[in-house]
């Protein structure tokens, strides 16, 4: 089955600044992709997303960026505060067998420092 | 709008026993539904998935089954759990149909503990 099994790395910023999370996707067919974050026990909740035709998109403190070239996603953080402490997925949406299959990508752990 | 339930949060069974996780989703129809099983600290594995009644998509081969006996109800169970069963379960949702991007939503997660 497509799944991660990767033990989550973990990067850690002071309260403030910027992180900078990667993630690298393997199927290039993928033509839409998801930024989730997940706080301990509960389930993975929408961050952002981004078509395959796009190669940045931002939000709300938040901008995702996409290179096709090298299959490559990112999920910038501006002003980090310590709510952001959690582990962030990426996810690439493809159209297999008739269904749209959500395949999550290696985690990272954020840790704020106050 | 939409919402999705999942139970119970929490579940410590012993070796053998049977399972029963139930998902509900309410204010949508003919939605796609999966499963998803988290280990301690690693990613998201897809299950099963589901695009309409009685229609069950295995990802990986495993000791659990999943049935979805009505539109908005996903249900996943096994007639006798291994240790390996233990985990975080999450079942998730999103709008049908290929022209649709949804972004999927989550339970808020069964943790079940084999002992």
């Known amino acids: 089955g497509e799944s991660v099994g990767l033990h989550l790395p973990t990067l850690s910023v002071q309260e403030g600044d910027n992180s900078i999370i990667n993630c690298a996707y393997s199927n290039s067919a993928s033509d839409y992709f998801i930024w989730y974050k997940q706080e301990s026990g509960k389930g993975p909740q929408f961050i952002i997303d981004i078509r395959s035709n796009m190669d940045k998109r931002q939000g709300q403190r938040v901008t995702v960026l996409l290179n096709k070239t090298v299959k490559h996603l990112s999920l910038q953080i501006a002003a980090t505060q310590p709510g952001d402490s959690a582990v962030y997925f990426c996810a690439e949406i493809r159209w297999t067998d008739s269904s749209y299959k959500l395949i999550f990508g290696s985690g990272t752990r954020l840790l704020v420092r106050p | ?115």
Do not use: M
């Open chain 2, 1 to 115: 709008s939409q919402t999705i339930h999942q139970w119970p949060a929490t579940l410590v069974q012993p070796v053998g026993s049977p399972l029963s996780l139930e998902c509900t989703v309410e204010g949508t129809s003919n939605p796609n539904l999966y499963w998803y099983r988290q280990a301690a600290g690693r990613g998201l594995q897809l299950l099963f998935y589901s695009v309409g009644i009685g229609q069950i998509s295995s990802e990986v081969p495993q000791n659990l089954s999943a049935s979805r006996p009505q539109d908005r109800q996903f249900i996943l169970s096994s007639k006798k759990l291994l240790l390996s069963d233990s985990g975080f379960y999450l079942c998730a949702w999103r709008g049908g149909g290929k022209e649709s991007n949804y972004g999927y939503t989550f339970g808020s997660g069964t943790r079940l503990t084999v002992v």
